[in-house]
């Protein structure tokens, strides 16, 4: 496609060290003004990854394009990584004795001091941090220094933004705060973002794209309600949305016949009584906000089910319930 703007082919990582990490053969392409998330559990090759789409890693094998043109290796030029991307690491790399507004407006030149002041307050009003422009990075919290960092990065007119594990330092409160910046910040300036994270929230909250590592290798991708509706993998089920997985012989015990490993969401249990329902004890009942989580029992098999009716069935009650949609996988599927 005309506005796609990185490719990644075939790329390999290995560490010596650590035989099991890096990442192997992962090949996708990403569109201008995307954000894309790279998910997966500590150890699975995601910021491996994003250092190699950078350029901060010599590859064993592949290659990274950047509209068209090979990313260059640390081994090929004086500054590893490319001038048109920003990479913002988790400890943000800033002047933390200097004031906000400073550390922003470094990356800009002076010989326009009105246009380097003009998109410096632009940049912080954009990350709602103009209140902190004359605080010190070290007067700041987590949340704050990150969007700073971001603001940062993305102020030189930056084609591309990486980001390893943002929302780690910032508190539940700002996570979705910061989540929503970054999805009107991509809009409005065309950016393209990629960012990595073991939780799985961020891709379906934020990601135009969804990359799903695991061990190194590329499991899905693809957007986000296409892969959680129709997982490949019983691992890319249960990581994006905690997925039920019964054996054929569990399975068997509640009614459905399959000769394969039978996966589903808690929200796909619908709680009715009907001919094709059957009864669970209810074991425990789990407080979620604005719904509550059932653990449900039949014949020595649990379950989980969704109640959006709080306090409607109890721990110890006897519901009827209906495993309404499901998916199979091979008994030796991931």
Known sequence: M??????????????????????????????????????????????????????????????????????????????????????????????????????????????DISSKNSKTVAMMQHLHIEHLRDKKIIELSGGEQQRVAIAKALVSDTKMLLLDEPFSQVDALLKNQLRADLKRIASETGVTIILVSHDPADGLFLADQLILLK????????????IYNDPAHIYTAQILGNAVALTPADAEKLGIHANQQVVFYPEWVELKASWASRRFEVKDVYYKGFFEELLLERNGVQIRAIQLNREAHKKNDHVQANIGRFLTFDVDAI
């Open 2 to 111: 005309d506005n796609q703007i990185i490719s990644v082919k075939h790329v390999s990582k290995r560490y010596a060290t650590a035989p099991y990490s890096g990442v192997n053969d992962i090949s996708f392409d990403i569109q201008a003004g995307q954000i894309v998330a790279i998910i997966g559990e500590s150890g699975s090759g995601k910021s491996t990854l994003l250092k190699s789409i950078f350029g901060l890693l010599k590859l064993d094998s592949g290659e990274v394009l950047f509209n068209g043109k090979r990313v260059l290796g640390p081994d090929e030029q004086l500054i590893p990584g490319h001038k048109e991307m920003k990479m913002v690491t988790q400890d943000f790399s800033l002047n933390i004795y200097a004031k906000v507004y400073d550390n922003i407006a470094s990356m800009l030149s002076n010989t």
């Open 215 to 226: 061990d190194g290798k590329l499991l899905q991708q693809g957007k986000p309600s296409d």
